[in-house]
């Protein structure tokens, strides 16, 4: 059996600038892997590669054992990506985004989908509103329709939290645990409070390597804390 | 290729719609390229006969400045939200996006167009409104796109992006200028497609050229 | 060492060339002394061209493995390329004003070469609009890849109308005896001083990269 997603040696530069540095990771199925570490160390990348909407300078992702490089237009649709913006046009309504992109994944019957995922992300009387009206966890949430559109069976997060409250960010999780709850996650984030609640496994990247890397565990959001801080030396 | 058009098909009708709800563009297009025509009349008041020679020429000149006017804004809302990694992240291919962004735009200077060209005819009495020559516009009107959106998605990346396309742009599709206000010329002054040939098979040239290879390179202007 | 080679050998080849244009050549019998230009005009749009060609197949490999010395070796073509251009142009016009009796004529070569200069200076202006170097390395490759290939189409379309431009006489008979060999030289010449500019340059570009990759790492170091 293979793993869900396998990177194996991954490295990105830009320009002369190194974000990431022969970076192994494997992700089983049903994980939910919350990648911590400090600004600029690549958290972003690493979700955007994962995504392809970004090419590793060296490195294979294999997805599910196929190569994403061979194979990125089959595997692109088995991957949901919701970064800290939503991916929305404004001038068009709810309804009307998620029809575009239900397109773009060839939905066998989008209507339905639609509507359903409306109703789970709580937007359903709003749905003929155009997103510019929309507050920001409304349109998180929205966006968070838009990436689990085509139930793909790996979520990619990147820093989800942005712009959320508290109540918001919880409301996000429920909605992600209860669409699938044996999907695979991979998110990255900011807010130990939520990480701990969602996470089956940590990791933290420094400099674009991983330091750290263990199941959660029992640890608590305090635990967490004060782990983080132990092995990034301080800073978030 | 099923899914090819079909992905293609859905971002030229999402931007359709998206100017839809604005209007913004294409009325601010639409002014600017009748001004251009005002402004020609001004400065080369003329007989009629020299009005014919020149209508041609003042026609593409119209239609280039409202063609950078609306190509600037054409990756405008994928920049917004960040839309274009959300494209990316789907399930199509690179040129899917590339063809969709065309068609787009391809539809928005066919507005520009059927406006401009009667307007022109009008204003001036000059036999632009003609055939041969609307044919001659459409086919040139693929290439100038083709080269325009590969630079637009190019120049919304960049600092100062309003003067990045212009400067790319206008070199570039120069022999589209010179083939199509030349056969327009000698259409108006009576030529048959015999005398046209020549620029005919250019512009035709340039479409295959500047649509194929922009085609393949697309992936690397959108994707790091 | 490259750079030291090619210098020697162009700096030879150049005082050849110099001393087959000025001594050794025969006077053209139309046109007088001024014809003299032309070899330097020929061989300064021969490797104009050839410049940009180079630009255009190390934009590809730049594209197609992001190494960025390819960009490095594209750009510096590029900018031998312009200056080369800028050379066509004003060699041009210094022939032009006796000949013709006016600097510049909307001629179909002349017009060409004028909008290639046009293509590659937005080519640089617009790299300097980019501030992130693994973007204008990919940008750039893409208007030195596009750029290119629109240099034989807009010669093509601007030669549908009547030319003035004396025609090509290399390959017909049109040129004979020492008149070719001084031409040769010339071109010759002048396509060594190319690698030595392009040499130069891109050892340029190189330690500009290492400079900035150096300045980076210490910054990070200090943080």
Redesign the interface.
């Known amino acids: 059996m293979s793993h869900v997603i396998e990177c194996q040696k991954i490295s990105k530069r830009f320009g002369g600038n190194q974000v990431l540095k022969d970076l192994d990771l494997t992700v089983d199925a049903g994980e939910s892997v919350a990648i911590l570490g400090p600004n600029g160390t690549g958290k972003s990348t690493l979700i955007r590669i994962l995504a392809s909407v970004m090419r590793q300078s060296e490195g294979k992702v294999l997805i599910n054992g196929s190569e994403m490089k061979d194979e990125a237009f089959a595997l692109r649709s088995q991957i949901g990506l919701l970064s800290h913006t939503g991916y929305l046009y404004t001038s068009l309504s709810a309804e009307e985004n998620l029809k575009f992109y239900a397109e773009m994944y060839s939905l066998k019957d989008p209507e339905k989908r639609i509507a359903e995922l409306l109703e789970k992300v709580g937007l359903r009387t709003r749905r003929f509103d155009r997103v510019a009206t929309f507050s920001r966890g409304m349109s998180q949430r929205l966006g968070l329709a838009r990436a689990l559109l085509h139930s793909p069976k790996i979520l990619l997060l990147d820093e989800p939290e942005t712009g959320l409250d508290q109540e918001g960010l919880d409301l996000l999780w429920s909605i992600i645990k209860t669409d699938d709850p044996d999907r695979t996650v991979v998110f990255t984030s900011h807010n130990f409070k939520s990480t701990v609640q969602a996470c089956s496994r940590l990791i933290i990247l420094k400099k674009g390597k991983i330091v750290y890397d263990a199941p959660k565990g029992d640890l608590t959001e305090d635990g967490l804390q004060a782990l983080y801080h132990d092995v990034t030396g301080g800073k978030s | 290729m099923k899914?090819f058009w079909?992905?293609a098909f859905?971002?030229a009708?999402?931007d359709i719609?998206?100017e839809l709800?604005?209007k913004e563009i294409i009325s601010s297009v639409l002014l600017f390229a009748v001004l251009t025509l005002v402004i020609f009349h001004f400065a080369f008041t003329a007989d009629h006969e020299t009005m014919t020679q020149i209508a041609p020429g003042m026609l593409w000149v119209a239609f280039s400045f409202s063609g950078i006017l609306s190509l600037n804004r054409a990756f405008i809302?994928e920049k917004?939200?960040?839309?274009m990694?959300?494209?990316?992240?789907?399930?199509?291919?690179r040129e899917a996006i590339y063809m969709g962004k065309c068609l787009g735009s391809f539809i928005f200077m066919l507005i520009v167009e059927a406006v401009v060209i009667p307007v022109c005819a009008m204003l001036f009495n000059v036999d632009v409104f003609n055939p041969m020559i609307i044919f001659i516009t459409l086919l040139a009107t693929v290439g100038f796109v083709s080269?325009g959106i590969?630079f637009s998605a190019?120049?919304v990346?960049?600092?100062?992006r309003e003067?990045?396309l212009p400067?790319?742009f206008l070199?570039?599709i120069?022999?589209i200028i010179?083939?199509a206000v030349?056969s327009s010329s000698a259409i108006l002054a009576g030529g048959t497609f015999e005398d046209i040939k020549?620029?005919f098979l250019?512009i035709v040239?340039?479409d295959v050229?500047?649509f194929t290879?922009?085609l393949m390179?697309f992936k690397?202007?959108v994707?790091? | 060492m490259r750079t030291k080679i090619a210098l020697a050998l162009g700096g030879v080849l150049m005082v050849v060339a110099l001393v087959m244009v000025f001594i050794v050549v025969p006077t053209e019998a139309t046109m007088g002394n001024i014809q003299r230009i032309f070899y330097f005009h020929v061989p300064v749009a021969w490797n104009a061209f050839f410049s940009f060609g180079v630009t255009f197949g190390f934009s590809i490999a730049y594209l197609k493995t992001r190494n960025p010395k390819y960009d490095f070796i594209a750009e510096s073509s590029a900018r031998i390329g312009i200056v080369f251009t800028t050379l066509i142009l004003l060699t041009g016009m210094i022939w032009a004003k006796p000949i013709w009796g006016v600097w510049w004529t909307w001629d179909a070569r002349l017009t060409s070469s004028f909008v290639m200069w046009l293509v590659y200076i937005a080519y640089f202006i617009v790299r300097s609009f980019i501030t992130e170097e693994e973007r204008r390395y990919r940008f750039g490759s893409i208007i030195g890849i596009l750029g290119f290939l629109s240099v034989p189409i807009v010669a093509i379309s601007i030669q549908l109308a009547p030319t003035t431009h004396p025609k090509a006489m290399i390959f017909n008979d049109g040129l004979h005896g020492t008149m070719l060999a001084t031409l040769l030289i010339s071109i010759f010449a002048m396509f060594v001083v190319y690698f030595l500019f392009v040499f130069l340059q891109y050892d340029n570009c190189k330690d500009a990269y290492e400079i900035a990759q150096l300045k980076k790492k210490l910054l990070k170091e200090s943080e």
């Open positions: 899914t079909k992905a859905a971002i009708k999402k719609l998206l709800r604005s809302p917004e939200d960040n839309c990694e959300g494209l990316l992240s789907c399930p199509v291919g080269v590969i190019l120049s990346n960049t600092r100062a003067m990045v400067i790319l070199p570039i120069v022999p010179i083939c030349s020549q620029y250019i040239a340039f050229i500047f290879v922009p390179i690397y202007v994707e790091e």
